[in-house]
Structures are given as C-alpha cells and as structure tokens.
C-alpha cells in the first residue's frame, strides 16, 4: 500500500521553529516531486514547498520564502520542512504530497498522486 505520512507539528511560540517529516511506505520517493501544502479552518489549500525529484530543485511560495526550508534524504526515503521563524498565520494543517513534478502553480493540488493525513501546526503565545 502506498502511503505517506507527516510528523512533527505541534503547539510553538511565535518565533519558534519547528521540523515537518513526510515519510512515504510502499514507494521509494526518490523521482517523485514533493510538495507540502497547508489548510487553515475554513480557507484553501496552499501550496507551501516543493521539491523536484532527480534534480532537487526547489519552490517556495512568497509567504514562506527566507523562513521555511524544504529538504530531502532519499537513504531515509523521506522529506523534511524546516520552519524557522513561526507566525500565527502559519497555523494549519499541513499535508505532503507526491506527483511526477513541481506544479508551476503552488497550489494546484490536481497535479499530485498521493497524500498523507496531514500534521497540526499551531503558533500562537
């Protein structure tokens, strides 16, 4: 069964910093392209991060630029979202997701496969 799961979220101050995992089983993540999104009670989802697969190259949309650092480490079949310097406005659920490639457009959620079941992230003092 193929199937991705986050980790990670939690309650933080603002300012604080936290380290999102998205781990996958049943697949090797190594030519997909990951994505994390996030979901606030009551509004859309966004996209947050990407990163390509053979290439590495990675996307940031505007909000998090400077702050949040997308990473991977195929030995670990896994992908990491550094988030440095939290703000409320952060606060959401967020989601991993994988797909062929990097949607030019951040929050096309269309263009990936599969999902996991989302993490809690919660700043707030």
């Known amino acids: 069964q193929l199937q991705l799961v986050e980790s990670g979220g939690g309650l933080v101050q603002p300012g604080g910093s936290l380290r999102l995992s998205c781990s996958a089983s049943g697949f090797t993540l190594d030519y997909y392209a990951i994505a994390w999104f996030r979901q606030a009670p009551g509004k859309e989802r966004k996209g947050v991060s990407c990163?390509?697969?053979?290439?590495?190259?990675?996307y940031y949309a505007d909000s998090v630029k400077g702050r949040f650092t997308i990473s991977r480490d195929n030995a670990e079949n896994t992908v990491y979202l550094q988030m440095n310097s939290l703000k409320p406005e952060d606060t959401a659920v967020y989601y991993c997701a994988a797909g062929p490639l990097c949607s030019p457009y951040m929050d096309y959620v269309q263009e990936y496969d599969y999902w996991g079941q989302g993490t809690q992230v919660t700043v707030s003092s």
């Open positions: 990163i390509s697969g053979p290439d590495v190259s990675t």
